[in-house]
């Protein structure tokens, strides 16, 4: 019997491993490729030396696609040219008849992402490859479905793949005077979803909300798994002086507006100094120091320390890990990290509001950054809580995010 295929097309460069999107579809990835699935990725942009290392290797199959890699053939090539002009030139008459709107909508519409020539090369690699099930990571790509024939269409499975429920994402961002990456109604992601087979949920309960709003394709949930990158939480850390306290993540609005905010409260913890740190790590730090550099270096117990390649030391390098995040729709992946690197977690309501419920037990909540920083202060004098906490973490029979519970419905689902 031939291994199944599928192919994943993306424009995440998931082999860097770095931000929460790269790393879900990454060990999603590892996990088909263990299942014995060939797995081949149809990746929209060029690739760059240190991408092409990285994915030699990870032993991974993939097919960049880019617009500077027009069709030989003549006639698709004229094709290529002139489809890509009307789409460029659709694109600048919506952003002209929305000047004079009053209520100008702020974020890029789902054509602005579109390419015309992603889907001739996809339609070719679909050809080429013949896989038996395509996922679509994210609905900014769904466009590419049409490079489809009515039998491919039929004969494979057609996936999406949600992250979240990006209407939901976009209306919290705009209501904080944010512009999110994408503009998009609920009505408009319905439509989307429709058109594929199946639709895959990162958490209960967006399933329900995508059932709801695609009653005719298949709801499914697949989470994260960590239990193939993580295998046992880190050592604690050796000195007791401080409670060190940790922060990683990437560069977007709603990282950036949740660690200014912090350290605006952050002031206030002057006076315990000697007993408390703030490790922050990720690309988040560059963003600091470019746009707050001076205010953030007057904090003596806060500290920068960028992009890290080696995560377990940096979990083995704090007491706790801290997410003060405000807003924003998913699955909180630095969450799902920290627990299973055995770190308790302090976290937001919003923080807690998408993690699995046996997941509770390990997370201390609060209502605002003030509180967050006042938790950490308490916690720099009472370090029996942390230690129970690391020692629940520590006895628990299962990894918190394995990979049955994980992708037990997407592999039925593959299999079937």
Known sequence: MNAPKILIATDVPYWRRSTGAEQRIAALVDYLVQQLFLVRTFFISQIDPDDEAQISSQRLDVVAGSSANPPTDKIKRLRWYSDATVNQFKVWLNKEQTQDNDQISKGLQLDDFRWPWAIDQFSECVSEFDPDSILIEYIKLSYLMEGLTQTQRTNIK?????HDAVHIRNQEFTERGFSHWLNISRQQEAEVLRKFDYILAIQPFEAALFREMAPQSKTIVVGHSLEQQISRPVGQ????????????GSVNFSNSSAITNLLKNWAKTESNANQIRLRIAGSICTWLAEELGAWVDSFENVELIGP???????YESVDLVINPVEFGTGLKIKNCEALCYGLPLLTT?????????KCEKF??????HEEMVQEIC??????????YLRNQ??????PLFSVESAYSE?????RS
């Open 237 to 248: 850390r050796q000195s007791k002086h401080t409670l060190v306290a940790g922060y990683i």
């Open 308 to 314: 890290v390649a080696d995560l377990a030391a940096f």
């Open 363 to 368: 997370m201390m909540i609060v209502d605002s």
């Open 410 to 414: 997407l592999l039925e689902t593959l």
């Open 349 to 357: 309501r919003n923080g807690s509001q998408t993690m699995p419920p």
């Open 378 to 387: 308490r916690l720099a004098n009472d370090r029996e809580s942390l230690n």
């Open 158 to 162: 057609l996936m999406i793949d949600t």
């Open 393 to 398: 973490l520590s006895i628990v029979e299962r």
